[in-house]
């Protein structure tokens, strides 16, 4: 337990933040994992029973901050449970009982008595879709949730280490909902505050300003004015790898800026920035096994579905026997719900002209596609 202001708490456990909120009536802010329950309970309890406080307060659901729930509903039944209509349906599934439900609204209010104010802010998708942050008015205190949170232990001043922890959480956790972030930010803007407490990492008491102002930077859309395509392959024997070549080609003299990537060569990091920030997707695989060959589905296992929803995207790749690769990959990214071009390209073992000059009719004709819909 730790005491943050006169009224307000630190009763979260390692890895996770969670706040008490005192007035005449008590708001617990978020709990732990369930693993967690007997530590969180007796912080709790270090300041007052579990079975007097009025409130539980759910920023968002995902069991690192909601997995006590269950534990505090077994102490105080009759506690009320806070949280969006998505936080309330999660909570039933979490705790798997009944409970004195309380929707929250945006820009609703929960009038503790003292002075003290609870004000909720909806900021859905960040990084849930129940995610809202929760405002002390008389503290200008924000509860923000998983948004400002960051893997790093000790105070959030403005040290290049805990700058890029604050950024590196960003990038993981809130980046793919980009969108999202910005109007979260517009919807902040308006309040006025002191001290960010975030579900995760350093409690941000003197630089919240500098803080919002890199997040909402941060959470600008990016201004493009090239289309850019991104091409991943693998080749056992060099007939995908020259496949990909046409289609490189094809893609650039269409008027795409391309970046390619040997799948089982390139820097993964690099591979995963241009996979998620491209507007047009080539895959590029043999059959090995009647599969397709791993480092492409591991590549595709990390497309951000979010920010990539219903990207083009083509498929190629040469074969010995089967085929099984490129439908497999072209299925897979159906079930993604992306937008796979046709059917796959595929042809047997080396590519002739004619099946080259094929391949870059269809990647043509892809192209014309892609940037129309894009």
């Not at 998505?86 to 009982?97: G, S």
């Not at 006025?192 to 579900?199: L, Q």
Request: hydrophobic content about 40%; aromatic content about 10%; some cysteine.
């Amino acid at each position: 337990m730790r005491k943050l202001r006169d009224n307000i708490f630190h009763v979260g456990t390692a890895g996770s933040n969670a706040y008490l909120v005192k007035g005449e009536k008590t708001a617990l802010i978020d709990a732990v994992r369930e693993e967690y329950a007997d530590i969180y309970i007796q912080n709790i309890e270090e300041i007052m029973p579990v079975s007097e406080i009025d409130y539980i307060i759910f920023n968002h659901t995902e069991p690192n901050c909601s997995g006590a729930a269950g534990k505090i509903l077994e102490i105080n039944p009759d506690i009320e449970v806070v949280g969006t209509i998505a936080a309330i349906k999660n909570l039933k599934e979490i705790t798997n009982t009944t409970f004195n439900e309380h929707i929250a609204k945006n820009g609703a209010v929960i009038d503790l008595g003292n002075g003290a104010a609870l004000r909720f802010c909806i900021v859905p998708n960040l990084n849930w879709p129940d995610t809202m942050a929760t405002y002390s008015e008389n503290d200008r205190v924000l509860f923000s949730g998983d948004i400002f949170g960051s893997n790093y232990i000790g105070a959030a001043d403005n040290s290049e280490e805990y700058n890029d922890a604050l950024k590196a959480y960003f990038d993981d956790i809130i980046s793919p909902f980009k969108p999202f972030a910005a109007k979260a930010m517009e919807k902040i803007s308006l309040f006025e505050i002191d001290a960010v407490y975030p579900s995760r990492g350093a409690v941000i008491e003197n630089n919240a300003d500098a803080v919002i102002k890199k997040y909402a930077e941060w959470s600008k859309p990016m201004e493009r004015t090239v289309k850019t395509a991104s091409v991943f392959y693998v080749s056992e024997y060099g007939y995908t790898a020259a496949m990909a070549d046409t289609v490189c080609a094809a893609l650039s003299e269409s008027g795409f800026e391309v970046k390619r990537f040997n799948a089982a060569e390139c820097d993964e990091a690099e591979m995963l920035r241009a996979l998620n920030a491209s507007d047009a997707l080539a895959f590029g695989t043999h059959t090995i096994n009647r599969n397709a060959a791993k480092p492409i589905l591991n590549i595709i296992s990390s497309l951000d579905l979010v920010s990539m929803n219903a990207a083009p995207c083509m498929v190629f790749g040469s074969y010995g026997w089967s085929g099984e690769g490129i439908h497999i990959v072209h299925n897979q990214l159906a079930m993604m719900r992306l937008k796979p071009f046709e059917k796959p390209f595929g042809c047997i073992l080396k590519p002739s002209r004619e099946t080259l000059g094929e391949l870059e009719r269809y990647t043509r004709k892809f192209a014309d596609r892609a940037l129309t819909n894009i």
